[in-house]
């Protein structure tokens, strides 16, 4: 069955500090993967996708994730992270045979400390 | 920037009681989704929607739930005789493409049943 796991409820860093979100999935063949953010009574917002190339994706806000394969993750990152990184962040994947939805983890909440 | 919009932000109603939850996808996108996210959960796909029908739904659409363009801008979902446990958050999302699309979604509307 297609799932992903966000491992942390929560991760706390200053700011100024390298941020990691950890998402790992579980789907049959090769995912489409994705970061969505949502702040407070927000919807999700779009972050970056990995379709297919280059493991290494930068997108939206200074935040880029790398796939990897083998370990079957797809960890969010940030080399400098700023209080208003504040939010929660969703993990989601799509099956390539189907892809009419998105499996999303359970979130993680991060915290961004002045 | 185009927006997927939602209306109402808020709704309330009573156990039994029908309800639509109105939805704008963005204009020139093809494919449409509902979500949901019950408090404290993960978010949740119900269905998804093209070319004036359902293209897949989840064993949690059931006959309770029907979706509907009636027009050319929106998208709504009804929900026959509210339960409990209907009460939620529910995204709409739109995507101009299917396979390798970002699906964008609206800032959602938080459904209480009493």
């Known amino acids: 069955a297609q799932s992903v796991a966000q491992p942390e409820d929560q991760v706390n860093v200053a700011e100024g500090n390298p941020l990691t979100v950890k998402c790992t999935y579980s789907?049959?063949?090769?995912?489409?993967l994705f970061w969505y953010v949502q702040y407070p009574n927000r919807g999700l917002q779009f972050l970056l996708k990995y379709i297919t190339g280059d493991n290494l994706v930068k997108g939206s806000y200074g935040f880029e994730a790398e796939f990897n394969k083998s370990q079957t993750s797809f960890h969010l990152k940030k080399p400098s992270a700023l209080v208003s990184d504040s939010a929660l962040y969703f993990c989601a994947v799509r099956d390539r045979g189907n892809f009419n939805k998105f499996y999303f983890g359970s979130g993680t909440k991060l915290n961004v400390k002045p | 920037e185009p927006e997927v919009t939602q209306t109402p932000s808020h709704q309330v109603t009573q156990m039994g009681q029908e309800v639509i939850l109105r939805c704008v996808p963005i204009s020139n996108h093809l494919y449409f989704y509902w979500y949901r996210q019950i408090l404290g959960q993960k978010v949740e796909f119900l269905v998804s929607f093209y070319n004036n029908e359902i293209s897949e739904k989840s064993e949690i659409f059931d006959d309770q739930f029907s979706v509907e363009r009636p027009d050319g801008s929106n998208f709504t979902l009804k929900i026959r005789s509210t339960k409990l446990e209907d009460s939620a958050m529910y995204f709409c999302a739109s995507s101009a493409l299917a396979a390798t699309d970002t699906q964008y979604f609206g800032p959602g509307t938080r459904l209480t049943v009493l």
């Open positions: 789907v049959s063949g090769n995912p489409y």
